[in-house]
């Protein structure tokens, strides 16, 4: 039988484009895009799309038998910056919709589903060097706190009843096709659309903090090899660490400056400072390294060459 997928969040920073490169990959009709308000011109010219809340299982379940979903990529989630202003409604989308979703998988409405956590669900007492797969995980923020219980939910769903969920800690997305939301690592785009068009930034990060990030790219292509891996080769089912590279503010700015030489920044640190000291700075992923061959090709050199030659392009 074919794989159908279903998106919920398609139209945030991630799904945006995990949707178009699913659709290279299995076909346009076969990966259904669903947000809970209306996807872009060209989400909609390349395949299906559905309005649907991300909390309501029901609905969720209407586009399953709709479609024949055989897969669920759930992508809708508030993140760290916003959930800390927000924190009923935060554990409200990101533990009502994976349960509802958890338990579609238990009643066989579907085969697969992918979940996202984040480095997030590490804390101030976890080791921030070389973050290992297992070790001491408790955050200090809403966020954080909501993505470590999804992940024991996920590992106790593949325990209890056999659902084959998969799942990985994302550390900072950088992109530049649709701009992040309420995250802590989003001064890392704001950073090169400000470069561009100001030619100077106020990063509400202290210039010596260090976080584990990754471009756009390798996110994408590490979610759908994940997916894609042979069930056997999945041994860890809370999430698994991912890394790419880590650089801090001053760090990213110098390479900037290699194409902006007139480019400056200042730092006005703000509650997000809080939260990244709390998370780990360089992670350790040699279990998705050695289970499912996982390779990052964008170190912060190339990622800052495709971001500028791209956002160039869009605002021009
Ligand atoms: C955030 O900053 O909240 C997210 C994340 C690290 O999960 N980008």
Known sequence: MSDTILIIGACGQIGTELTQKLRTVYGGNNVIASDIRKGSEEMLNEGPF???DATDKEGILAVIKKYEVTQVYLMAAMLSATAEKHPQKAWDLNMTSLLAVLELAREKHIQKIYWPSSMAAF????????TPQQTVMEPSTVYGISKISGEHWCNYYHAKY????????????ISWKTLPGGGTTDYAVDIYIDALQKGTYECFLSAKTRLP???MNDAVNATIQLMQAPEESIKVRTSYNLAAISFTP???????????PEFTISYNPDFRQDIADSWP???DDTAARDDWKWQHEFDLESM???MLTNLRTKIS
């Not at 804390?123 to 070389?130: A, E, L």
């Not at 001053?250 to 902006?260: D, G, L, W």
């Open 213 to 215: 990030m990754m471009y």
């Open 304 to 306: 800052t060459t495709e």
């Open 123 to 130: 804390g101030p007492t976890s080791p921030k060097i070389n």
């Open 250 to 260: 001053e760090e990213i700015t110098a390479e900037i400056q290699k194409h902006i």
């Open 281 to 283: 700075q360089i992670i």
């Open 50 to 52: 559905e309005i649907l």
């Open 162 to 173: 056999g659902v084959d969920v998969r799942s990985i800690r994302y550390p900072g997305i």
